[in-house]
């Protein structure tokens, strides 16, 4: 699913789904019409019958996992979940290792998370030819269904020209995959503008921004934007002594009522969850009319289904 | 499941199954039926097929979960389970955000169990109008399959009229979700005579006992009883002081063949598991030709699997 | 699926999979002919469908339990996971009222692992006469799905007559419950010459090793081989004082291509997994030409399919 590299055969090059950083917009939007109709209700009992598919959960997620084995029930596939932060590694095999033995015991697809940036990718490069590997979220570096779904979200309330869109991504973008990958398919589906707000200490510098407008001024950057897409704070950030307090952060960069007004009247919230309420959305906001975080959840199970099927479907 | 609210449509009140208290008659003796059909080996397989149905623990209870799961794999619907003990909640997210989520992702059935009581009343009172939560006990209040479960046990002994037969509840009242839906399951039904026995310091005083022949006394409480139901002694009684040593509860409450003798030659023992042999039993009694303990295990099933298909199926 | 005791009629002598000690050869050709059409990607979705499976590990091992669930719902069974090494059996219920219960719930089949020895077989001998238990691994003694797909892989590589066959078992032979299951079946399949190698410490004087060439001297035991199945060192060996070190054992019993080169020149390198590289075999072994393990993992989904029909499929 990553762009054919030259000389690559294009059936080769939508064998995994790694990141959004080198996926082409027509396959981004063919993907995204097919999660449309799932999201509409449609199942595919028939797709993957008879297809085994492992969640293998290097760094432990229980919501990203359940939508995962929901999306792959939906399509007809046998599930199993493998619990690599407690499990089998303790024995001392490697990452690898487990893989290539799932694989071997005619699994065709998995699911993988790990802590550290590269190590889908790496897994993936190392996968069988018939294997699919897709990245439930790796390190900083990218968690593509998140941000497809975040797209399908925004396309359901937008439309789908988002060349006159003005869209705010507001938080921990440096230590966010979630940002990442929302930021790659932002610019391959023409956002018309894309605005980056948090404190300097949370804001990479290493081109993520490339192309953003980019500010520290929360009230500032909310001027009359389309969506507004808060990230989570992690908690970590406090020891690494990169945000004071909580309630430094949220009269800095929490989303109110009264901020929301600023945005544009029909614009939306977005948040990946778990939310930290209080900290940067407000009840008032997350449970508000213009949220939209439980569609985002939904269209996650959709956009999942729509991405296990193309890459593990009949070709 | 739970009775109308004067207003309030019929359908919506048979939404969730919380307790027993409000369940009336007929509705239980209609489960009870369905139950039975499904105690006699029928499966449903086209029942639910395509719904999702999530186990959610926030307290942890392998029999159960697993007990809830054969039931929904025999109704063809599609399971999830969730160990809300050790899992996503460590990130702090709210059980309701919990439910809420997994909920967006398309389940629509919740099997809850929880620690404290009306937690999961509360839950199913903020659940979407086509979720459905099926109580699998919270704290001390209630465990309505647990009763319906061996009210079914009682009938395939006794028959449909309960109204002749004298039932005997033994121990820790005080502290059982059991024995409140028993309770309330036996009056619904028109027990005869329903008595109750423990230590004082194990009985509640707040009215769960109106009706009952209360005693301390175990052999005389015995005389006579068509079936009675043990219960599990919690070892953290004797932390409580509640209970003075095992060796004390076992020559007071221990249900023995000889103390057994006193109760009607046809007397069934019945006992929710799991046992604390030697203490609450003894092995001859739960081995032995009056225990209808691996009985009430099997209809745990069959009952849940017509809760589960009267909630969730076709309407 | 043990031999027939005298008196006993076959139908009862296969209810089981314990061990290999006493199967026939006619038995284990059978057995091996079916997983052979299994590992050729066959399904039989049919077969084991509406029967439920519960895979009960008092020891962990993620990989054993995902063949065996791999293997179940290529049946069509529903599989049920209870993981005893940390759930229930903690309210002090005992290994043989679990598996009762479970049993009462409707479950036919259970894949069992035990850290002790012969607990899979008093599991068994307590079950009810409609039950089936697979012996997943039990202390030292037994592994016999282990032993059988270990006899696919070298029939697959070798030909059906062992007759001729040199096969060299190496290591920790004395705690291993693997090679006790291979040794069984080597014996009983009638492999030409088995040969046995690995430190006096690790061997065991028990019969074991009958009829067995023994040999503390690796080079030596390797000439001419045409199969050498390499056990897991075990690092606790370290803490019994029964091995020096790691690099020690890796000097005198490590298995690398300059080793390999004495065997004959087809000759496969097997290993049960997972694999301790740089200790009982080198990268370069592991993942080279003559190497089986991942054609092994494969072979473990067919043999515990075939086990599974054959004891639970339609008679």
């Given amino acids: 699913m990553n762009a054919p590299r030259p000389g690559t055969p294009a059936a080769d090059a939508s064998q995994h789904l790694i990141g959004l ?3 082409p917009a027509a396959r981004m939007t063919a993907l995204l019409d097919r999660a449309q109709y799932f999201a509409e209700g449609h199942d595919a009992r028939q797709a993957l019958a008879g297809i085994a ?4 959960f290097f760094e432990p997620s229980t919501r990203t996992r359940l939508s995962f084995q929901l999306a792959a029930q939906r399509l ?12 089998s590694t303790s024995k001392g095999e490697t990452a690898l290792d487990t893989l290539r033995t799932i694989e071997a015991m005619g699994v065709r697809g998995f699911v993988v998370r790990h802590k550290e940036d590269g190590a889908v990718a790496a897994l993936a490069a190392a996968a069988a030819p018939g294997t699919a590997v897709v990245n439930a979220g790796d390190g900083r570096s990218a968690h593509p269904t998140q941000g497809l779904l975040d797209m399908l979200t925004l396309r359901q309330a937008k439309g789908p020209d988002f060349s006159h869109l003005k869209v705010l991504v507001v938080g921990d973008v440096r230590h966010s995959r979630v940002a990442r990958s929302d930021l790659h398919a932002l610019r391959a589906l023409g956002a018309g503008e894309i605005r980056v707000c948090g404190p300097k200490a949370l804001l990479p510098d290493d081109g993520t921004l490339d192309g953003c407008a980019v500010s520290g001024d929360f009230d500032a950057s909310l001027a009359g934007v389309d969506a507004v ?7 970590e950030r406090m020891e690494d002594g990169l945000v004071d307090s909580l309630e ?29 309420r209080g900290v940067e959305i407000t009840d008032e906001v997350a449970d508000g009319p213009q949220s939209r975080v439980l569609r985002q959840v939904g269209n996650g199970v959709a956009v999942r289904m729509a991405v296990l099927e193309a890459l593990l479907g009949a070709r």
């Fill in 21 to 23: 950083h080198d996926m």
């Fill in 53 to 56: 598919i492992c969640t293998l």
């Fill in 76 to 87: 007809g596939a046998d599930v199993l979940n493998f619990d690599a932060s407690t499990s």
């Fill in 229 to 235: 897409m808060m990230l989570r704070l992690q908690r």
């Fill in 248 to 276: 430094d952060y949220h009269r800095d960069y929490g989303l109110t009522v009264a901020r929301l007004a600023r945005a544009a009247p029909d614009a939306i919230v977005m948040h990946p969850g778990p939310m930290n």
